[in-house]
């Protein structure tokens, strides 16, 4: 039986994966081998679903439900420079920042507003940055008095074509002193205008760099240096849910030049882009949802833009990130894989819940 169009778009939303690391170290998805690896597995129900958050011990065990949350509508991120482990609740518009040595130590917890939508921070000059889908604003809170100080309108950066209003800010990094921010621009659950990334100083509210996408709808994002990833998604079906559309494809950004080249688009790769994710030195992961809406991954050459063959056990992958020397998967089928650079499956490690989000932090 085919899903529903509208229950597979919001469960893709879930599963894409996406980690985006807002240290100031701007390191990327490359963190030192030996990371702590930390799954988010997440299940939805009518009444909000639960979450459960489980820690990878020495590569080969798990530490389940280290901590469980009251939603399914949870992301995480990171400060790798400071060793926090961020879980920023959607549906409540909360973000919890807690030691990632001991997950007892809450150091951060505050609200950007019920309907803001956080997605991501980055933390910059004592102050954590919030992008919020839901906002036009990005936000700031004070990491040392935990209130909301500061704001940046990006209304002006909203879809440029139609009267929509929230430029749905959902991916940002702190870098060079600025904010980097990706915009997916949507009409409401459709693709709107073409989608941009922005650098932004905080200390003059002004976007320095203005970077337009060459498709629609970015949905996933990772960072290294002065590299952005990031995967569009374009329109995900016809207007009568028929058909998958083609229409995407993945964006190698330089941020420091301010140039976007695009790579390989949704055509080569056979279905939609559900994640990113900077792989070994030139190469990346991208995964990708098929007709049936199961997603698997491929390697990408960031030279060439040339996909590789479907890496080995990568069936119904909901999430990924590589550590530097491993390719981790979380699977629908509450499994996380942990595999070689070219998809050989070392371990299989049971989850809690479903993974639908890993972050690595530094030991």
């Not at 690391?21 to 081998?33: I, L, Q, V, W």
């Not at 207007?239 to 688009?265: C, E, K, N, P, Q």
């Not at 595999?339 to 993974?355: C, R």
């Amino acid at each position: 039986m085919k899903k529903s169009p509208l229950l597979a778009f919001a469960a893709s939303l879930a599963l894409s994966g996406c980690v985006f690391d807002s240290s100031t170290t701007n390191s990327g998805s490359k963190d030192a081998t030996g990371s702590k690896v930390f799954v988010l597995g997440t299940q939805y129900s009518d009444a909000g679903g639960i979450a459960a958050l489980d820690r990878v011990v020495g590569d080969t065990a798990i530490s389940k439900a280290v901590l469980n949350l009251t939603t399914s509508d949870a992301v995480l991120d990171r400060d790798s420079a400071n060793g926090i482990l961020y879980v920023l609740d959607r549906s409540k518009g909360t973000v919890t920042g807690r030691k990632a040595s001991d997950l007892s130590q809450v150091v951060l917890d505050a609200s950007v507003g019920g309907d803001a939508n956080p997605y991501a921070v980055a933390r910059l000059s004592g102050k954590l940055w919030v992008a919020c889908y839901g906002s036009q604003y990005l936000k700031a809170l004070d990491v040392s008095t935990q209130k909301l100080v500061d704001s940046i309108d990006l209304s002006a950066y909203a879809d440029t074509k139609d009267t929509q209003s929230v430029p749905q800010t959902f991916a940002m990094h702190a870098w060079n002193g600025k904010i980097a921010v990706v915009l997916g621009r949507l009409k409401g659950w459709k693709p709107g205008d073409s989608s941009l990334v922005l650098v932004v100083d905080p200390s003059t509210r002004q976007v320095t760099r203005r970077i337009a996408l060459p498709w629609k709808n970015a949905y996933s994002a990772d960072w290294s240096g002065d590299r952005l990833l990031v995967g569009c998604t374009g329109a995900w079906t016809t207007d009568d849910y028929s058909a998958m559309v083609l229409d995407g494809g993945v964006a190698l950004v330089d941020l420091a030049a301010g140039t976007v080249r695009g790579l390989a688009t949704e055509q080569d790769a056979g279905g939609n882009i559900a994640a990113v994710a900077f792989g070994p030195s030139g190469s990346a992961y991208v995964s990708i949802s098929d007709a049936s809406y199961a997603n698997s991954v491929r390697t990408l050459d960031l030279s060439s833009g040339a996909l590789g063959a479907k890496v080995s056990g990568s069936a119904s992958v909901s999430s990924m990130a590589w550590s530097g020397s491993t390719l981790w998967m979380g699977t629908e089928s509450s499994t996380l894989l942990r595999a070689t650079a070219s998809g050989t499956v070392l371990d299989t490690l049971q989850t809690t819940l479903p993974p639908t989000a890993l972050v690595l932090l530094p030991e």
